[in-house]
């Protein structure tokens, strides 16, 4: 079968996931789904993967009122998400969690940018505005991914001048003074294809909904990015692509689990990218070079007035160098083999200053985030086969991957006790799988997929030289964390009419934890008790104008989680369940659009936030809000509604308009105390505020051109 080069397939790919449901899975008899490139870093049909991938092309991006990542992916019943404050956004996707405060480095699901590694798991650092499509496989990933890969990967692709052959502007503003904008060119001069951007947004704090008594305080924000991505084709098809990009939310509110007035936060994320394809003159070989280097920024600016000291200043830099070598042989027509290096270097840093009122440095607390400077150094060497047997109808498909790492702690500023210290860790991880093509409406999968996630360099090789109370030290007998899944699904493509169902088992076991030493100390520890995710996923989209035979814009899609099963067996007996913590019991995304195709439309989404159980970090009063600290609270299902509309002024030019919260629920997806009467926070430990909500009723409008 002959090669095509990486980057012209990602391009494929691109313009075949971006068309509507009633252009592709309304035509007679076709089988093949939309192209993806995620699941085996190499673009293939969707319906020979086998693995549950989810996939959210251009058109629904433009189309969503959403204002960040975090919020398309709940539109799209992805996982569980919560956004601690406007650049802080924790995740959780079949039992694989991701931390947003100052650890997201090291999660549970992997965060990609263009197929490597973004360098955080914290979405409220990645903005939409350049994003071509997001590929989202549920489950682990960790044979072409390696760590963090355990519950899923979401791989955000961003425009190019090869698929973004055109220049244009976004502009908006809404409620709490939102101002928005967003300019972008693209195009080819002299064989030379170019991606140009830059966007900025701010908004003032913003107010909850129904039921609350003030102005959420304290959740401003502001957001400035820009992307530079140059490509060219070489002799022979071969093309080398070079992309420059800044992202980042600066002067962050972050109210945190103490409903803080002061505390700010700047979280950035620039990337440098070098990608080069090539393949043989015969097709059957082909190849893709990958450098990158990547900077990871949080910078906190923390103050508690409970303390003694005025403020805690940390900028935590994560500096990461990549390569990553892929080739890919068609060994028979029938038969592919894909074998890639993986090589990454990373240091992280952190300054770690408590300042006076007058900006003097004092003592005080090691305060977050705990992880302490490391140095790490990973190599990864994977393969994966696909066959394909009775008439191309069915593909089987086997990987395995092992991974060696070595992590050394640094000297640490705040941490004088802390002696440098090296540890070394390996892993093996695998997948078996097959899809075949039952007839040329219906595919179906099997899958079997391992993940892990490494240990820190904390978790590992922390080393005290002064045995003082309260610390936790490493442990250099670590395993990493593992994850173990089996899914069967399928899928119909049947006229006007997409759907989707996939049944998982997830089970993550070897969890790192902490436990008791007789000194008062703690140290890390492997927990012989796994969480276990059982559940049911569906993804579906009918366009009813083309099942009906109409001229008009009609369409639904509906996207949800059912989970059968959600066991934390680490859960102490004497807690007051054993669910496991922070994954919605079920959830839903429902859309419906209508109007006149190219003209006018309007889009009515409703997300169904689940059932969530949470031993909240939060100071509640006892026993009026929690009979103790240890009990885990169970946070009820609510739904939120969004409209958006837009009409086509000339065939360049569409102004837009939106409500989010258009019902105007005062909730969070998390927190418990919300900003309402009767307040059932603890002011003993309250910074200002005595609750958190998410923003209530918003409107939007604004223009946007493509010429």
Do not use: C
Request: hydrophobic share 35%; glycine share 10%.
């Amino acid at each position: 079968m002959p090669r095509v080069p990486a980057a012209s397939l990602i391009a494929i790919a691109t313009v075949i996931g971006s068309a509507p449901v009633n252009d592709v899975h309304a035509q007679p008899g076709f089988s093949l789904g939309p192209m993806v490139v995620t699941p085996g870093r190499r673009a293939e049909p969707q319906s020979q993967v086998a693995a549950t991938v989810q996939v959210i092309d251009e058109e629904r991006i433009r189309a969503s009122g959403a204002q960040s990542v975090t919020d398309l992916l709940a539109e799209h019943a992805v996982g569980f998400f919560s956004e601690w404050t406007p650049a802080q956004t924790s995740m959780n996707i079949r039992g694989g969690a991701s931390d947003g405060q100052g650890r997201d480095f090291r999660g549970q699901v992997n965060v990609l940018l263009n197929g490597r590694r973004a360098g955080t798991a914290n979405l409220s650092k990645l903005s939409l505005n350049d994003v071509r499509r997001i590929e989202i496989v549920r489950g682990p990933a960790s044979v072409a991914y390696g760590s963090q890969a355990m519950g899923g990967v979401v791989n955000i692709i961003t425009r190019t001048g090869a698929d973004t052959p055109t220049t244009g502007f976004t502009a908006r503003t809404g409620s709490w003074n939102l101002r928005e904008g967003h300019v972008f060119t693209g195009g080819a001069l002299d064989g030379i294809d170019y991606y140009l951007s830059g966007n900025l947004a701010l908004q003032n704090d913003y107010e909850s909904g129904r039921g609350s008594e003030e102005r959420m305080v304290n959740t401003a924000w502001e957001r400035r990015g820009g992307l530079a991505s140059l490509g060219g084709d070489l002799p022979n098809g071969h093309r080398l692509e070079l992309t420059a990009r800044s992202d980042g939310v600066y002067d962050a509110g972050f109210r945190g689990s103490a409903w803080n007035f002061e505390n700010t936060d700047n979280r950035i994320n620039r990337s440098l990218d070098l990608v080069y394809d090539g393949f043989s003159e015969d097709g059957r070989l082909g190849w893709n070079v990958h450098g990158y280097l990547v900077r990871d920024i949080d910078e906190f600016n923390w103050a508690n007035p409970r303390l003694d000291w005025e403020t805690f200043y940390n900028e935590r830099i994560l500096d990461i160098q990549g390569l990553r070598l892929l080739g890919d042989v068609a060994l028979r027509p029938s038969t592919d083999l894909r074998a890639g290096i993986d090589w990454e270097y990373s240091e992280l840093r952190n300054d770690r200053l408590v300042l006076t009122g007058d900006g003097e440095q004092v003592g005080g607390p090691p305060a977050a985030p705990q992880d302490n400077d490391h140095d790490e150094r990973v190599v990864g060497l994977w393969t994966e086969g696909l066959q394909r047997v009775w008439d191309d109808r069915v593909t089987l498909r086997a990987g395995a991957r092992y991974t060696d790492g070595r992590t050394s702690i640094r000297p640490t500023v705040g941490r004088d006790d802390l002696r440098s210290n090296t540890e070394r860790y390996d892993e093996w991880t695998y997948s078996l799988g097959a899809a075949w093509r039952i007839d040329p409406r219906f595919t179906g999968r099997i899958g079997y997929a391992t993940g892990f996630r490494a240990p820190t360099a904390t978790e590992l090789a922390a080393d005290f030289a002064v045995l003082a109370g309260g610390q936790v030290i490493g442990n250099p007998n670590l395993d990493p964390e593992r994850s173990e899944q089996v899914e069967v699904g399928v899928s119909g493509y049947l006229p006007a009419t997409f759907v989707d169902l996939a049944l998982f088992r997830n089970v993550i076991s070897d969890r790192i934890v902490t436990e008791p030493l007789d000194d008062d100390r703690r140290r890390y520890a492997n927990s012989d008790d796994p969480v276990e995710m059982v559940g049911l996923e569906l993804q579906s989209e009918i366009d009813l104008a083309a099942l009906i035979d109409i001229d008009a814009l009609w369409r639904l899609q509906a996207n949800g989680t059912y989970h059968f099963r959600m066991r934390d067996r680490a859960a102490p007996s004497a807690a007051n369940t054993d669910r496991a913590q922070r994954i919605h019991k079920y959830e839903a995304g429902l859309s419906m659009v209508v109007g006149e195709p190219a003209r006018w439309d309007v889009r009515l989404t409703g997300i169904l936030r689940g059932p969530v159980w949470y031993r909240t970090e939060e100071r509640l009063l006892i026993p009026e809000a929690e009979p103790s600290r240890e009990f885990v609270h169970k946070k009820n299902a609510f739904w939120v509604l969004n409209l958006r509309g837009s009409i086509a002024v000339t065939r360049n030019v569409r102004v837009f308009a939106g409500i989010n919260n258009l019902l105007d629920k005062n909730e969070h997806p998390l927190f418990i105390a919300l900003n309402e009467t009767p307040y059932i926070s603890d002011p003993e430990f309250s910074n200002g505020g005595r609750g958190n909500s998410m923003p209530g009723r918003m409107w939007f409008a604004g223009v946007s051109a493509e010429f």
